[in-house]
C-alpha cells in the first residue's frame, strides 16, 4: 500500500505561481513513477506531468515550460512547482504513484487561476 497526500494548492492571479507537494508513506520502494494529473469541472482526468525513479521526465504540452515536476528521494516528495498561471489550469490536481501492481492515487488539491 502506498499513501499520498497532497498540498499546496488554493486560489492565484493569472501568471502568479504555486507549488504543489506530495508526500508518500508505506510501501514506497514499489514506485517507478509518479505524476500529476488534474481534472477540470466537465473534463476528463488528463496527465500534467511524470517523473521517473530514475529521474526522467514527461510533460503536457499546454504546460511546458511553465511547471516543473521534481522529487526529493530523502523526503518521499514529489513537486509541482506552476508558473505563469492560466485560468485554463483551474482544476483538481492529483497525484499518482505507480508500482508494478497497481496505481495509487491522492485525494486531490483544488487549483483555483482567477483574477
Known amino acids: 500500500q502506498v499513501q499520498l497526500v497532497e498540498s499546496g494548492g488554493g486560489l492565484v492571479q493569472p501568471g502568479g505561481s504555486l507549488r504543489l507537494s506530495c508526500a508518500a508513506s508505506?510501501?514506497?520502494?514499489?514506485?517507478?513513477?509518479m505524476g500529476w494529473y488534474r481534472q477540470a469541472p466537465g473534463k476528463q482526468r488528463e496527465l500534467v506531468a511524470t517523473i521517473t525513479s530514475g529521474g526522467s521526465t514527461n510533460y503536457a504540452d499546454s504546460v511546458k515550460g511553465r511547471f516543473t515536476i521534481s522529487r526529493d528521494n530523502a523526503k518521499n516528495t514529489v513537486y509541482l512547482q506552476m508558473n505563469s498561471l492560466k485560468p485554463e489550469d483551474t482544476a483538481v490536481y492529483y497525484c499518482?504513484?505507480?508500482?508494478?501492481?497497481?496505481?495509487?492515487w491522492g485525494q486531490g488539491t483544488q487549483v483555483t487561476v482567477s483574477s
Open positions: 499518482k504513484s505507480a508500482t508494478l501492481i497497481r496505481d495509487y
Open positions: 508505506g510501501s514506497i520502494f514499489s514506485i517507478y513513477a
